[in-house]
């Protein structure tokens, strides 16, 4: 199996900056691809970020300019750099990859996989 944990959340002015990590760790035998969604109160959970292997990167609208995604694929780690932050970025942020594992025994198998969240608060 496959953990995804990440840190790096809190409480913040906006303006401010916050940068959120996402460690992964378990069989993995290649990370296809990572990203990184939120979900506020009352509203669906939406893309803010992704990087797939070769390094191209896809963002929200709402976020270009502000937000860069990053990885280290010797770590398994992704992160994501937030600047300039607004009241309307409060929300859970989730780290999302999908990755291949290796299963004693069996083929390997790719999998989407989700971090349990962490709250990321801007205050005006």
């Known amino acids: 199996q496959v953990q995804l944990v990440e840190s790096g959340g809190g409480l913040v002015q906006a303006g401010g900056s916050l940068r959120l990590s996402c460690a992964a760790s378990?069989?993995?035998?290649?990370?296809?691809?990572m990203g990184w969604y939120r979900q506020a109160p009352g509203k669906q959970r939406e893309l803010v970020a992704s990087?797939?292997?070769?390094?191209?990167?896809n963002y929200a609208d709402s976020v270009k300019g502000r937000f860069t995604i990053s990885r280290d694929d010797a770590k398994n780690l992704v992160e994501l750099q937030m600047n300039s932050l607004k009241p309307e970025d409060t929300a859970v942020y989730y780290c999302?990859?999908?990755?291949?594992?290796?299963?004693?025994?069996?083929?390997?198998?790719?999998?989407?996989?989700w971090g349990q969240g962490t709250q990321v608060t801007v205050s005006a």
């Open positions: 999302n990859g999908e990755i291949t594992t290796s299963q004693p025994g069996m083929s390997a198998m790719t999998a989407n996989y």
């Open positions: 990087i797939i292997s070769g390094g191209k990167m």
């Open positions: 378990g069989r993995i035998l290649r990370i296809n691809g």
